[in-house]
T-cell receptor, first 109, second 115 residues
């Protein structure tokens, strides 16, 4: 079993759609959790940290369920500029960062 | 300054060459990372330095040799690489003490081609 697993995608959605990405992790002692986005031929950029209480930043909502070892990202009212690869990242222990395989999102007009 | 810089942007080298990749950050971060990323794959962790000491080495071949001369700089020395080592090499930094989180800031990467 992979340490961090994500929906394989790709996701192709129209503008204005709501899209949800899921991620599971295997190490129950993992310390912190993040969503990054990566545009083609660019470096990953932090989208959101993920907390048990859930957190929202504009159109983006992230949730963490430690009991189920599950992380989610919801994007509402998708924009063309949201097209990217979304990476789930887990800090397994003391900066031992593990990336999911990434989910490619394409938002179409 | 919330930037991680990497040089060079692109590097082409032969299998017998020795070269170095450089990474710099001035955010006061105490953890620095090297990742390797192949096309259409996620970044793979190679090395982590914490407080200038190597804390994680993901069984990387010895032809890759990391060095952390000080808290702002991270190098990756390359020697006798193979064509399959061609990839994007990303540097990142983080610091719970500075930002209250382990969130990483990535540099733009060095695109390496081994001939």
């Amino acid at each position: 079993r992979k340490e961090v697993e994500q929906d394989p995608g790709p996701f192709n959605v129209p503008e204005g759609a709501t899209v949800a990405f899921n991620c599971t992790y295997s190490n129950s002692a993992s310390q912190s959790f993040f969503w990054y986005r990566q545009d083609c031929r660019k470096e990953p950029k932090l989208l959101m940290s993920v907390y048990s209480s859930g957190n929202e930043d504009g159109r983006f909502t992230a949730q963490l369920n430690r009991a189920s070892q599950y992380i989610s990202l919801l994007i509402r009212d998708s924009k063309l500029s949201d097209s990217a690869t979304y990476l789930c990242v887990v800090n397994k222990n003391n900066n031992d960062m593990r990336f999911g395989a990434g989910t490619r999102l394409t938002v179409k007009p | 300054d919330t930037e991680v810089t990497q040089t060079p942007k692109h590097l082409v080298m032969g299998m017998t060459n020795k070269k170095s990749l450089k990474c710099e950050q001035h955010m006061g971060h105490r953890a620095m990372y090297w990742y390797k990323q192949k096309a259409k794959k996620p970044p793979e962790l190679m090395f982590v330095y914490s407080y200038e000491k190597l804390s994680i080495n993901e069984s990387v071949p010895s032809r890759f040799s990391p060095e952390c001369p000080n808290s702002s700089l991270l190098n990756l020395h390359l020697h006798a690489l193979q064509p399959e080592d061609s990839a994007l090499y990303l540097c990142a930094s983080s610091s719970r003490e500075v930002s209250g989180s382990d969130e990483q800031f990535f540099g733009p990467g060095t695109r390496l081609t081994v001939l």
